[in-house]
T-cell receptor
């Protein structure tokens, strides 16, 4: 069974641009969540989708948005990039949206904003 | 508000020595507790989790953790570490609303 796939692996953008990151969950998983990881800060929750509906959202500005498609694949978009958006963006999938569910993570997309 | 504190940003330890990685959380309600590990250049994977029942939880790769409700702690332990345990370890807490709150991580550095 294929794991969680995130594309692209690396991205370099300049301030003011926008970017779209993609996540393909494990087959059969209907929940996808997104996290921002920066050194020393741990993981910050961005949002979670289940069956194409956003169920939870973290404390990020409106420049960060996402969506989920009918096949459970998810995309995350960041508009008007800022230097502080440089981070590793991780996607995780799980069978359901229950709090006790095990998360399966992708290897992440490393975004650098210059 | 819920928060998770991992008291050590780095823990150096000699190979085959025991290790404890500390995690404390703040919450006034029942929680689910998790430890995840991130090996270099890889995504995170679940080591173990506490949902209910026995306070001593055993996970993969010889790790175990003990839930202490009175001290709101969930420390991770291993009796003998190997070079392959070099990684960053994250503690996370979840209430019933699904959203996981993560600690800042602890880097385990194994000295030969």
């Amino acid at each position: 069974k294929a794991g969680v796939t995130q594309t692209p692996r690396y991205l370099i953008k300049t301030r003011g641009q926008q970017v779209t990151l993609s996540c393909s969950p494990i087959s059969g998983h209907r929940s996808v969540s997104w996290y921002q990881q920066t050194p020393g800060q741990g993981l910050q929750f961005l949002f979670e989708y289940f069956s194409e509906t956003q169920r939870n959202k973290g404390n990020f500005p409106g420049r960060f948005s996402g969506r989920q498609f009918s096949n459970s694949r998810s995309e995350m978009n960041v508009s008007t990039l800022e230097l502080g958006d440089s981070a590793l963006y991780l996607c995780a999938s799980s069978l359901s949206h229950r709090a006790e569910e095990k998360l399966f993570f992708g290897s992440g997309t490393q975004l650098s904003v210059l | 508000a819920q928060s998770v504190t991992q008291l050590d940003s780095q823990v150096p330890v000699f190979e085959e020595a025991p290790v404890e990685l500390r995690c404390n959380y703040s919450s006034s309600v029942s929680v689910y507790l998790f430890w995840y590990v991130q090996y270099p250049n890889q995504g995170l994977q679940l080591l173990l989790k506490y949902l209910s029942g026995s306070t001593l939880v055993k996970g993969i790769n010889g790790f175990e953790a003990e839930f202490n409700k009175s001290q709101t702690s969930f420390h991770l332990r291993k009796p003998s570490v190997h070079i392959s345990d070099t990684a960053e370890y994250f503690c996370a807490v979840s209430e019933s609303n699904y959203q996981l709150i993560w600690g800042a991580g602890t880097k385990l550095i194994i000295k030969p």
